[in-house]
């Protein structure tokens, strides 16, 4: 069943299979924006042995663990069904069915009239251990994009390309970069990050790491043949990584077949073992920094995650140069002079504070 939630000028859908947010749509100046992708094949197209969640491969989700775990690629929170706790008038909370670690997850997504935002939080109750976490929203970019990042301590892929055998990687596999503009690709060349897609038919994964000194975490993604900019929000000190997958047709299996074109995965996380040099270090770089490199459950208590996903219309297709926060108002600025004034929950990312302590609580408090 999918579950509508909707609020003045915004709305997306609920499904509990996979716990998946779709069909997100924000009314700006009068223009409608549907910034997610939506994978173009059907289920009775998916191999057996896929992960389950290429079945519905759409919209944003949770990955937990993010990567291979012992419930599928991107563990049970991305592959399981969630329960529908609470609907209300702007919001939706459900909670998943099994553990994760041992820990129980309640998911929360909110809208609010008149904010161009959707606002995501992911509790972990109890469990034990670290795993690699992250959001994975994906952004439908037909038409190519122009990227903006929050400052970043360095750039990095994987240790191995995503494809070899059955398609194509563009970027080097493991390396390391600080300058996105200057990436270096597989053939010697370089690769401009800051601009989609990569390459033609290429599937490429790489992340970027948060300078620890940073306020806000932010992605910015303008689609200029449509007169729009999306918007991926974090507080920096709790999820230190921005994970891009560029899939753009580089992969030729099935379900894939050439055809999954036009689509960047913007995963904001905390997930070392995707960075494949940094990942061998000991201590690593980001732990070294004091930045958190996995999410650590706590058996007595909760850990947290938020996330902010946005959409606004930006019909002179500037790169943006600057997001900034500022009490209860998000300014985006133009390379060229360009400025919007966003009405935003300036706390809710707690990006002006150190990232918050885990409660020391049992059971659930909506106000955490």
């Known amino acids: 069943m999918t579950h509508r939630i909707s609020a003045t000028g915004i709305s997306f859908d609920f499904l509990p299979r996979g716990g998946v947010l779709t069909d997100l749509r924000v009314t700006d100046e009068g223009a409608e924006i549907a910034p997610l992708h939506h994978a173009p094949w ?4 998916v191999p057996a042995d896929a992960p389950p969640h290429q079945r519905w491969l759409q919209g944003d989700f949770l990955a937990a663990p993010m990567g291979p775990g012992p419930d599928g690629l991107h563990g049970l929170t991305a592959n399981g069904e969630w329960r529908v706790m609470q609907s209300v008038p702007g919001t ?3 909670a998943l069915d099994g553990a994760v670690q ?3 997850v309640i998911k929360e997504l909110s809208v609010e009239d008149g904010h161009p935002f ?4 992911h509790l972990f109750i109890g469990g034990q251990g670290r795993l ?3 959001n994975h929203a994906m952004i439908a970019l037909p038409g190519g994009a122009k990227l903006s990042f929050s400052r970043k301590r ?4 994987l240790a191995e390309p995503l494809e070899t055998t059955g398609g194509r990687s563009r970027l080097a596999y493991p390396r390391r970069a600080e300058d996105a503009a200057e990436f270096p690709a597989a053939d010697g060349s370089t690769v401009n990050l800051h601009r ?3 390459g033609d038919q290429h599937e490429d994964f790489v992340s970027g790491i948060e300078d620890p000194a940073s306020r806000l975490g932010w992605t910015a993604i303008v689609r200029p043949d449509q007169g729009e900019l999306i918007l991926s929000l974090k507080n920096p000190r709790a999820l230190p990584m921005t994970m891009l997958w560029h899939s753009n047709g580089g992969r030729d299996y099935a379900p894939w077949n050439s055809r999954h074109l036009g689509c960047l995965g913007v995963e904001d996380g905390a997930a070392l073992p995707v960075l494949g040099l940094s990942s061998r270090e000991t201590p690593d770089p980001l732990t070294a920094a004091g930045q958190p490199a996995l999410l650590t459950l706590d058996p007595m ?3 947290e995650i938020r996330h902010i996903l946005g959409a606004i219309h930006w019909p002179s297709g500037q790169s943006v140069a600057g997001v900034m926060l500022e009490d209860d108002i998000l300014t985006v600025t133009g390379d060229w002079g360009a400025e919007r004034k966003l009405p935003i929950r300036g706390t809710w990312l707690d990006a002006t504070a150190p990232a918050p302590q885990t409660a020391k609580r049992p059971g659930l408090d909506w106000d955490l």
């Not at 959707?118 to 939080?121: E, F, S, V």
């Not at 360095?154 to 892929?157: D, F, L, N």
């Open 154 to 157: 360095w750039w990095e892929t």
């Open 132 to 134: 690699p976490v992250a």
């Open 301 to 303: 208590g909760t850990a």
């Open 196 to 198: 989609y897609p990569w």
């Open 102 to 104: 041992g820990a129980s």
């Open 42 to 45: 059907a289920e009775a197209e």
């Open 118 to 121: 959707l606002y995501q939080r």
């Open 92 to 94: 939706l909370r459900a």
